[in-house]
Nanobody, 120 residues
Framework: EVQLVESGGGLVQAGGSLRLSCAAS????????IGWFRQAPGKEREGVSC??????????ADSIKGRFAISSDNAKNTVTVILQMNSLKAEDTAVYYC???????????WGKGTLVTVSS
């Protein structure tokens, strides 16, 4: 079973930056998509960004293109995915969740979430 540990949320002023990190372990295969979702108060959870293990293809939601960047680092038994968030806006305020879509087992895993608050 994949385990996810998130870190890096917090309070920042508009225009500032934050870096979210997610350490993932326990993969049963090397075919997965790892990334971030977020859920703002009163809104549905939405995909923010993700990266494919097979070819490194990345996805960014339109609302964060040009401001956020996703990267991953593969060490022995652990994958760390970083979401660098720049030029933050008040509307980026949300709980950010790390997610793994393990293709071989058709299983989705979720982290507990980390709160990002952007003050205007």
């Amino acid at each position: 079973e994949v385990q996810l540990v998130e870190s890096g949320g917090g309070l920042v002023q508009a225009g500032g930056s934050l870096r979210l990190s997610c350490a993932a372990s326990g993969f049963t295969s090397d075919n997965y998509i790892i990334g971030w979702f977020r859920q703002a108060p009163g809104k549905e959870r939405e995909g923010v960004s993700c990266i494919s293990s097979s070819d490194g293809t990345t996805y960014y939601a339109d609302s964060i293109k040009g401001r956020f960047a996703i990267s991953s680092d593969n060490a022995k038994n652990t994958v760390t995915v970083i979401l660098q968030m720049n030029s933050l806006k008040a509307e980026d305020t949300a709980v950010y969740y790390c997610n793994v879509d393990e293709r071989a087992t058709h299983t989705n895993y979720w982290g507990k979430g980390t709160l990002v608050t952007v003050s205007s």
